[in-house]
């Protein structure tokens, strides 16, 4: 046995029991990706108070679900709180009196300190935190991911392949940056849709039709930045002057955004970001 491996955990490739307590949007969008990407229905637990939306997902995907957190983390090797921050010490209340030494815990709940976490569940655990964020329903997710130092090699391998299954994930070396993941990635998603938002309102004002503009700017988007993950030769600063010719349309546009100090713009939002997750953090 190497010393990256837990006794009592299973392989990435292997038949390991993963239990959502929560069974929101993103708990179901992870499960959907573990179900694409072949991970046994059979293996896979939920536990949440509302049998409607336990139903909605047995029907969907034949997963396991009960209504005791308890019961859950009892059964499970790796346990994913997907639950609100506001509810997560009620949850870490009911499932405390659990063994639970041996489990992978990941928690998806912003502002939670692994510390925490710890503190909550009155032990000492492998903890993954992690952010993803909405495209994850699509499979195009973004995860930024922080282990604590009780996680190993095998359990760092297992966290990639669950969020791996929505979308891409990268490790941060501090925790204190989850809350620079969740500005960059968790958040951004809602800026670039107002991005597109105020450019279809502007074609609209120009004579395009909505569903036209609709069409033509989230293709752009979509292009832009596949085209930056294509090309990892070249930097965000030369594709864009490769598009803008001196003189020309773009250039004018890109001057318009300039003299509006666009990049104070946004550094601002992600700083305000920022702030507000180190706040949130105080208050959990």
């Given at each position: ?37 072949n ?46 921050p506001?509810k ?19 928690s ?111 293709q ?7 085209l ?17 010719s ?39």
């Amino acid at each position: 046995m190497t010393a990256d491996t837990h006794p009592d955990l299973p392989a990435p490739n292997s038949e390991a029991t993963i239990g959502f307590i929560g069974a929101g949007n993103m708990a179901s969008a992870i499960i959907a990706g573990l179900i694409s990407a072949n991970w046994p229905a059979h293996k896979i637990y939920a536990s949440n108070p509302s049998l409607p939306k336990l139903e909605r997902l047995t029907q969907k995907f034949n997963i396991k679900t009960t209504q005791s957190n308890q019961a859950l983390a009892e059964q499970v090797d790796i346990l994913v709180l997907a639950v609100k921050p506001q509810k997560l010490a009620d949850v870490c209340s009911q499932i405390k009196s659990v063994d639970l030494s041996h489990k992978l815990i990941i928690s998806v709940a912003a502002g939670w300190p692994i510390q925490r976490i710890e503190q909550n569940l009155q032990q000492q655990l492998a903890v993954v935190r992690t952010m993803p964020n909405t495209p994850a329903f699509v499979g195009e997710g973004a995860s930024g991911l922080f282990a604590n130092s009780r996680v190993n090699q095998q359990q760092k391998r297992i966290t990639e392949t669950i969020f791996n299954a929505i979308g891409t994930t990268s490790w941060i070396a501090a925790e204190a940056q989850m809350d620079t993941v969740t500005a960059i990635a968790g958040s951004s998603p809602a800026y670039f849709f107002l991005m597109m938002e105020s450019m279809i309102t502007a074609a609209v004002q120009a004579g395009m039709s909505e569903k036209t503009a609709f069409e033509l700017i989230t293709q752009a988007m979509k292009g832009a930045a596949t085209l930056a993950q294509s090309t990892p030769n070249k930097s965000l600063e030369q594709l864009r002057k490769e598009v803008t010719s001196p003189g020309g349309t773009t250039a004018a546009a890109i001057a318009s955004f300039k003299s509006n100090e666009f990049e104070d713009i946004v550094r601002k939002a992600v700083d305000a970001s920022i702030q507000r997750g180190k706040e949130l953090g105080q208050l959990n």
